[in-house]
């Protein structure tokens, strides 16, 4: 009997896996609602009184897809993912902002305020064709796969949920030759923060990631 309960265990998980495939990341309520409808018709099928054994059986599976879908939604803001009323879309605006300095008089920032509390502002254009185009040729033969630190043993392993390839690219090299287009984006960047970006030890390289296939 404890092995039907987990055969019917991991029928479930790849039922309730299937079932949010079309529920829009975020979305907990909805989320919860699939995996807890999946729930009951496995507890149907294998009686109450083998919850114990299916918890068993899932191995914390069902509690695991709750709380990734609710740590997506956490972050739902920072991904430019809100919902926002008439009311609150009518008051949002577009501006040119040179912020009190001769570098940005000429081609002044592109800034839109997509949300009016948390604040969220978008600026447009900032890396032009020609940058963007600089660094993908530049981080393309340094790629490799990311891996995750092991949580013991702190060493780099590779899973099959992190397929991504990645790489660093700094704006001086190990002999202090410094790359031109990459230090003038830093510039850039210390212009826009206010914050220092180029002096050693200040900030981390720009690290380039690729998600998909080149």
């Not at 969220?120 to 990311?146: E, G, N």
Request: hydrophobic residues 35%; proline residues 3%; charged residues 30%.
């Amino acid at each position: 009997m404890e092995l039907k309960a987990y055969v019917l265990a991991y029928q479930w998980l790849t039922a309730a896996t299937r079932s949010l495939n079309d529920v829009p990341k975020g979305d907990k309520r909805l989320a919860t609602e699939r995996l807890e409808s999946e729930w009951e018709a496995l507890l149907t099928l294998t009686k109450l009184k083998q919850r114990n054994i299916v918890d068993r059986a899932l191995r914390g599976k069902r509690q695991e897809l709750i709380d990734e879908f609710s740590s997506y939604a956490e972050y739902a803001t920072c991904r430019g993912e809100f919902e926002i009323s008439e009311k609150e879309q009518a008051a949002l605006f577009c501006f040119l902002n040179t912020k009190a300095n001769p570098y940005w008089a000429i081609n002044p920032l592109k800034v839109e305020l997509k949300k009016s509390n948390p604040r969220v502002w978008q600026f447009h254009d900032f890396l032009s064709d020609d940058t963007m185009a600089y660094i993908k040729k530049a981080a393309i033969p340094k790629f490799s796969r990311a891996g995750v630190v092991h949580d013991t043993q702190l060493r780099t392993e590779y899973t099959n949920d992190r397929t991504s390839m990645s790489t660093w690219l700094y704006d001086q090299d190990y002999n202090n030759v410094q790359d031109s287009v990459l230090f003038k984006l830093n510039k850039r960047m210390e212009l826009l923060t206010g914050y220092e970006i180029i002096k050693p030890q200040s900030s981390q390289a720009l690290q380039v990631v690729e998600y998909g296939s080149l």
